[in-house]
């Protein structure tokens, strides 16, 4: 009889505990990067970086739904985001957004459909989907219109996000040496990059 209220009483320690973490965990967010390149791991830089943010900074992932459901991109890209809001302490918000039912606001922010094959019931297709990041700050925002990796994304945001919280403007200059050549007509990729990467050209 001992033994069956002892076994009783642990049960109800084990249950109790198993409560107790669960109210925790939603309250708190942590997890362990068992990666050997660590590369689930926010660099120090990242961790610490709502330190340099004097007012709350605004990201909003505009993601296809379609998308979603059928690549695992998406939803990296999306724990990623909450991880880097969980860092911030509160300097950092994040919304997930479906830009299907309102892309006028994605596409004021710089967020344009792409195209992408995709097969459905054995039938390929091109698709126009979202997956696109706006970071807003106060008056100012940046965007990037594609992504599908978190590869650099950590690197991509710090970066951009450094560049509007900045009063100081990235100027680029080009020296073009071949007067037949336009650097808006022939070079359009490097404009678009070196824009993309925060510089007036």
């Known amino acids: 009889m001992e033994k069956l209220i002892k076994e009783k009483?642990?049960?109800?320690l084990i249950m109790l505990g198993l409560v107790l973490l669960a109210a925790l965990s939603s309250l708190y967010f942590f997890r362990?990067?068992?990666?050997?390149?660590?590369?689930?791991?926010?660099s120090?830089?990242?961790?610490?970086?709502?330190k340099e943010i004097p007012d709350t900074v605004r990201i909003t992932y505009f993601i296809s739904p379609s998308l979603k459901a059928k690549h695992p991109g998406p939803q990296m890209i999306e724990d990623f985001l909450y991880e880097l809001q969980a860092v911030s302490h509160g300097k950092i918000v994040v919304s997930v957004v479906n830009p299907?039912?309102?892309n006028y606001r994605a596409q004021s922010l710089g967020i344009m459909p792409q195209q992408m094959q995709v097969v459905e019931k054995s039938e390929?297709?091109?698709?126009l989907v979202y997956t696109g990041i706006a970071v807003e700050y106060l008056d100012k925002s940046f965007s990037?219109?594609?992504v599908i990796?978190?590869?650099?994304?950590?690197?991509?945001l710090l970066k951009g996000i450094r560049s509007l919280i900045s009063q100081k403007e990235n100027i680029a200059g080009v020296l073009i040496g071949d007067s037949d050549k336009s650097f808006t007509n022939?070079?359009?990729y490097l404009k678009s990059y070196l824009e993309k990467a925060g510089y007036t050209v």
């Not at 362990?32 to 660590?38: G, M, N, P, R």
């Not at 120090?44 to 709502?50: G, I």
């Not at 390929?124 to 698709?127: F, M, N, P, T, V």
């Open 144 to 146: 990037i219109p594609a």
């Open 149 to 156: 990796t978190t590869d650099t994304l950590e690197y991509d």
């Open 9 to 12: 009483q642990l049960t109800f």
């Open 100 to 102: 299907e039912k309102d």
């Open 32 to 42: 362990i990067d068992f990666t050997v390149s660590h590369s689930n791991t926010f």
């Open 124 to 127: 390929q297709r091109i698709a």
């Open 186 to 188: 022939d070079y359009r």
């Open 44 to 50: 120090k830089v990242a961790r610490n970086f709502y």
